[in-house]
């Protein structure tokens, strides 16, 4: 499945994805289409495989980007409930999910990556003002990048609207310990976060799977296991 989907070009490569059903909405297939993945990993780009991108950071393989945006799609796209998503991207990295995130939220929605290695949360914002429609999104404000502690989620002052009403989706893009209960605080009602937890008695780096955290309008937590990766830890920063 990891490497199936590899192409020679942006377009190849989400068209694999596609047939592959990795990527399964047209939305989604839309949204991954208008964002170039070679302004993001520095090396072998349109491979379906994850690629360093210094600071022990790695761009996740484009299935990993697909399967986050399938399962998060419902809380990330515009609708009647829910006309401007509220997004927070944890472990920004190389901005490329970020991005496609915001492509996905619409004129109202808001996406938030928090990076902890400052040249990384730059390194998001350089690589989304690469593009004339990155460079849109981050000048309207649709996106921001910020630096911090992304095992206590993101309390967003600076935006007005959004200020007390939590996140509509979160996506996780390293592999915690445990689901953070500043994260599930952090999360609306209704609302879902994607997370790649360590397994239980395992120590870091070992077993990992993807965990699927949905909480309901009455705020009632639904945690569900869906399958195993290899993700970087969610980490302390480094120290200087
Ligand atoms: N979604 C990114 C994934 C990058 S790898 C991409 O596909 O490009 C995971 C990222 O999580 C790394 O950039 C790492 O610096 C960041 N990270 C690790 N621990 C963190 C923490 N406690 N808070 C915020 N970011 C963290």
Redesign the pocket.
Known sequence: MAWRSSGTSNSELIENLWRNEMIKHPDAKSAFLKVDRAH?APRSPYEDCPQP?G??????APHM?ASAVEHLLPFITPSEERPGPRVL?????????THVLAELVGEQGKVVG????SE?KELGERNMKKSKEGRELIEKGRVRFRV????RGWIDDEDAEGKGKGWDAIHV??AAVKVHEELLEQLASPGRMFIPVEDEGEGQGWGQHIWCVDKDEKGEVRKRKLFGVR???????PKA
């Open positions: 993001y991108i600071h022990h950071a790695t761009i996740s980007h991207d944890i472990g920004s990295g190389s901005g490329y999910l928090v990076e902890h290695i990384l911090g502690d992304g095992r893009g390293a993700y970087v830890p969610l980490t302390d920063a």
